[in-house]
């Protein structure tokens, strides 16, 4: 049996999913901030050369991209999507809105961007590089220099559309619920109440994590959650206040998105027999969101003339895991459920073989929390199997 290829990975924990991450984008500085909302820390990047916000109070917007793994964000005139590392995956350009962007969201299983604008429309945009107009609809909210549409959030799985307009000249909010058919015509209307001293200023992003049935608000330094009861036949809503989190920040937040969490890999690739000692690495092509249709399970590094199958079950990545005769070693997996139809890769030296298993995930309420490993085997002609690392990942609406 061949060594072990080292490769830096570590078991997954019980918590690596407990925290939820929200993403904002700043003020002045024009920062991305990072919230563990559970632990109530920041962290922050700054893409190179984005400009801060420069128009009315509610202006901007961020939205959390699964398909691609960055966020999109706007100071209320540009719009782009920044990935790991604060580098563009799409650069700055003009945002296809008739007005100024003050929300954002992105409703992946339409393949659209939806924003709120400061001349009251919900506006839907093609999720491309750059965005393109596609329709739009309005509010009936009329704006002021001091009162706006501040926030957006879709629920993907019930169908549901939140959204706020903010009133710095009262330093009140009215948070709007909607349907995503009817978008601009609300069913339920509250004013978000405070969750901590010294109170609630005006809001200006909203999240949803509707895996969870949880709505995220922000005024720029406070976030808290509201679990939320939605009722179709009413259809009604009924909100109860859950997290908070506040931390004291000279910059202030404008626009919210919900992180989605990444699958989190564990154990090493390993070879046997005939097959080369290749590194075997497995990822993911996008986030584990429902609706995201994009989403796949990739193998990069196999051996050429091998045939892979990818395995997949239900729970996380285990030790010690399952070892099959002739295997080079353990399928980190309590029972093995599912392998998809083999990718042959074609003859020849080396270890440059790579394939993607597309696994589309529907909006659905029902999947959301369900916990999945995976990982790919490949048999070399002559008899050798080679493993990758597993990859543990939780399905989740946001």
């Given at each position: 049996m061949r060594a072990l290829v080292p490769v830096a990975i570590t078991l997954l924990t019980a918590t690596a999913f407990a925290q939820t991450r929200l993403v904002g984008l700043t003020h002045a500085t024009a920062s991305l901030l990072h919230r563990h909302q559970a632990a109530c820390v920041n962290t922050s990047c700054t893409p190179v050369g984005f400009p801060p916000m420069a128009g009315l109070p509610y202006f901007g917007g961020t939205a959390w991209d699964p398909i691609q793994s960055g966020a999109w964000i706007s100071e209320g005139n540009l719009l782009a999507l920044v990935g790991p590392g604060c580098g563009y995956l799409c650069p700055p350009a003009p945002a296809p809105v008739p007005g100024s962007v003050t929300g954002l969201e992105v409703v992946e299983?339409?393949?659209?961007?939806?924003?709120?604008?400061?001349?009251?429309?919900?506006?839907?945009?093609?999720?491309s590089c750059p965005?393109?107009?596609?329709?739009?609809?309005?509010?009936?909210?009329?704006?002021?220099?001091?009162?706006?549409?501040?926030?957006?959030?879709?629920?993907?799985?019930?169908?549901?559309?939140?959204?706020?307009?903010?009133?710095?000249?009262?330093?009140?909010?009215?948070?709007?619920?909607a349907q995503m058919g009817t978008p601009c015509a609300p069913f339920h209307a509250e004013v978000p109440t405070a969750c901590s001293p010294p109170g609630l200023r005006v809001l200006t992003g909203l999240a949803v994590d509707w895996g969870n049935s949880i709505l995220y608000m922000t005024d720029g330094m406070t976030t808290m959650g509201w679990s939320y009861v939605y009722n179709p036949a009413g259809p009604s809503i009924a909100f109860t206040p859950v997290s908070c989190c506040t931390v004291p920040?000279?910059?202030?937040?404008?626009?919210?998105?919900?992180?989605?969490?990444?699958?989190?890999?564990?154990?090493?690739?390993?070879?046997?027999?005939?097959?080369?000692?290749?590194?075997?690495?497995?990822?993911?092509v996008g986030d584990p969101n429902l609706g995201n249709a994009a989403f796949g399970l990739a193998l990069d590094g196999a051996p050429a003339g091998s045939v892979a199958v990818c395995v997949?079950?239900?729970?996380?990545?285990?030790?010690?895991?399952?070892?099959?005769?002739?295997?080079?070693?353990?399928?980190?997996?309590?029972?093995?459920?599912?392998?998809?139809?083999?990718?042959?890769?074609?003859?020849?030296?080396?270890?440059?073989?790579?394939?993607?298993?597309?696994?589309?995930?529907?909006?659905?309420?029902?999947?959301?929390?369900?916990?999945?490993?995976?990982?790919?085997?490949?048999?070399?002609?002559?008899?050798?199997?080679?493993?990758?690392?597993?990859?543990?990942?939780?399905?989740?609406?946001?």
């Open positions: 299983s339409l393949n659209e961007i939806w924003a709120t604008d400061s001349l009251g429309n919900i506006v839907r945009l093609n999720r965005p393109t107009f596609l329709s739009s609809c309005n509010t009936g909210i009329v704006s002021t220099p001091t009162r706006g549409l501040s926030g957006l959030a879709v629920d993907e799985g019930r169908q549901l559309v939140f959204w706020c307009v903010g009133d710095w000249a009262l330093g009140s909010t009215r948070l709007f619920v920040a000279a910059d202030l937040m404008i626009g919210l998105a919900v992180q989605t969490e990444p699958a989190v890999p564990a154990g090493n690739p390993c070879a046997s027999g005939t097959c080369p000692a290749c590194p075997m690495l497995h990822t993911t997949l079950d239900l729970g996380t990545c285990v030790s010690p895991g399952v070892t099959l005769p002739g295997f080079c070693g353990a399928l980190w997996m309590t029972l093995p459920l599912f392998g998809n139809s083999p990718p042959l890769f074609p003859t020849g030296p080396g270890c440059a073989a790579s394939t993607v298993w597309s696994l589309p995930l529907p909006p659905v309420t029902w999947l959301a929390g369900l916990p999945l490993a995976s990982q790919f085997v490949a048999f070399c002609p002559g008899g050798g199997i080679s493993l990758s690392n597993c990859l543990s990942f939780v399905l989740q609406g946001n």
